[in-house]
């Protein structure tokens, strides 16, 4: 039977992506689509996924041949503040069941997400270092860390082939961002369009290190398919592309829709923001593997905004 990709959390905002384009590169026949929640709509197959029940990702690993898994599922920073306990499961459990699958060798390559989360209020916060301090201030950032330990402790002591990047806030316009700190800067892009204006739950000055999807996608799929011999970090890389605040971002947007409104509003989520670095030294990914990302604040502006409007815009009838 012919070697599979299994993609767990496919319903999410990098899944869902993520999916499209290894359907593209290695045809609908050879990516497999997971999610607790049913039907992620997709042209590859799909199965619908506890990613804490092993057993069910078991059989699923064994029915279709796969051989390389991208575990996405996770709960993510503002979520998880509400349900500690859970996070920690669901976060860690989810890992465990993967590189132990690898570690029998049932599988033989995982991806698996780590985030800038993993930083706290006493790590530098300017061009934050790849080794450097790091505890974590929240339940996400906890299990990333120690995810990331995990990952490397596998790879040194099972040769585990487990590759991670620390994902800085991702910025798209196909799919939703579901529980996270920097959902904002996705959820502005639509309510300028629907409502021209917006309400922010970050402080206006509040600066983060963003990305834009594609830029993203890509960093991911280059890593995977580099030689496991240029992998020199088997914890996770850092990955950066562009640091904004929400000021930066609406005046922005209004170079577009000159009458847009930002408002201020913060809740808890701030005290999060504030925990987390402005910027990201991503130099290793650029040396190890030749990272370059393509989009700035400006050109993400303008493709977000085309791309939202078209998705939205009425289908002429000839
Ligand atoms: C979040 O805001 O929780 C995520 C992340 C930075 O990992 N987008």
Redesign the pocket.
Known sequence: MKNRILVIGAGGQIGSELIMELCRIFGNDSVVAADIKPGAGTDCPFETLDVMNGKAMLDIIKKYNIREVYLLAAL???TAEKFPDKAWQLNMEGLFHVLNLAKEKIIDKIFW?S???VFGFNTPKQNTPQFTVMEPSTV?GIS?QAGERWCEYYYRRYNVDVRSLR????IGYRSA?G?????YAVHIFHEAIAKGSYECFLKEDTV?PMMYMEDAIRATLTLMQEDAGRVKIRSAYNLAAISFSPRQIADEIKKHIPGFKITYKTDSRQE?AES?PQSIDDSYAREHWGWKHKYDLKAMTADMLTNIKALHSPVTVK
Do not use: E, H, V
């Open positions: 993510l920073s503002a997400p985030s800038i989360a996400y990333k994902y800085p806030g991702l961002p529980g996270g700190t920097t959902d983060l999060i987390w």
